[in-house]
Nanobody, 121 residues
Framework: QVQLVESGGGLVQAGGSLRLSCAAS????????MGWYRQAPGKQRELVAT???????NYADSVKGRFTISRDNAKNTVYLQMNSLKPEDTAVFYC???????????????WGQGTQVTVSS
């Protein structure tokens, strides 16, 4: 099995910063794309940012210039540095990873349990 454990969420005032972390563990041969998604109350889950194994990044327009995604392949960990936070960033943030469990297996998608980010005005 593969587990993704997020940390770093919390309550912050508008304009503040938070750093989310997500560590993958378990039966892992390699990790392809890792990413962060979020879901606000009453809304669908949406992409925030992704990063490939080659460290190519992609961001939602709403977070460009404010959020930075990075990864540490040695630790199987992805980070999301969030600056200039706005009340509309309030959501549950989910970590996502596409994982190969062996050299011969396919790549499967895994999700973390989510971490709450609340930005007060």
């Amino acid at each position: 099995q593969v587990q993704l454990v997020e940390s770093g969420g919390g309550l912050v005032q508008a304009g503040g910063s938070l750093r989310l972390s997500c560590a993958a563990s378990g039966s892992i041969f390699s990790i392809n794309t890792m990413g962060w998604y979020r879901q606000a109350p009453g809304k669908q889950r949406e992409l925030v940012a992704t990063i490939t194994s080659g460290e190519t990044t992609n961001y939602a327009d709403s977070v460009k210039g404010r959020f930075t995604i990075s990864r540490d392949n040695a630790k199987n960990t992805v980070y999301l540095q969030m600056n200039s936070l706005k009340p509309e960033d309030t959501a549950v943030f989910y970590c996502n990873a596409v994982v190969k469990r062996s050299k011969w297996s396919g790549a499967y998608e895994y999700w973390g349990q989510g971490t709450q980010v609340t930005v007060s005005s």
